[in-house]
């Protein structure tokens, strides 16, 4: 079970980013997926799911509004779309399997002005 996460940065806040998560070694598509992040100092939190098939969403009430969890099941990638960035969504932020043990590298994504 293999994620690899990319596509953080340093931006502004008010501005956008947008991550993905390729994901290999399991059947992908079979698979609730979320996105997690870590502050530092923090501990990891959920800040979006999407199930496996039915595309159903679920967020933290931090992103709600602002952030959109999809998926491309024929590419194996998640996506995590976030706009009007704020400062405290400084974080490195991870995608998981939901029931998998198995976590990528993450990708940092800063909010500074």
């Known amino acids: 079970v293999q994620f690899v996460e990319s596509g953080g940065g340093l931006v502004q806040p008010g501005e956008s980013l947008r991550l993905s998560c390729a994901a290999s070694?399991?059947?992908?598509?079979?698979?609730?997926m979320s996105w997690y992040r870590q502050a530092p100092g923090k501990e990891r939190e959920l800040v979006a799911r999407?199930?496996?098939?039915?595309?159903?969403?679920n967020y933290a009430d931090s992103v709600k509004g602002r952030f959109t969890i999809s998926r491309d099941n024929s590419k194996n990638t998640v996506y995590l779309q976030m706009n009007s960035l704020k400062p405290e969504d400084t974080a490195v932020y991870y995608c998981?399997?939901?029931?998998?043990?198995?976590w990528g590298q993450g990708t940092q994504v800063t909010v500074s002005s």
């Open positions: 998981k399997a939901f029931a998998l043990s198995s």
């Open positions: 999407i199930a496996s098939s039915s595309g159903i969403t």
């Open positions: 070694g399991f059947s992908f598509s079979g698979y609730a």
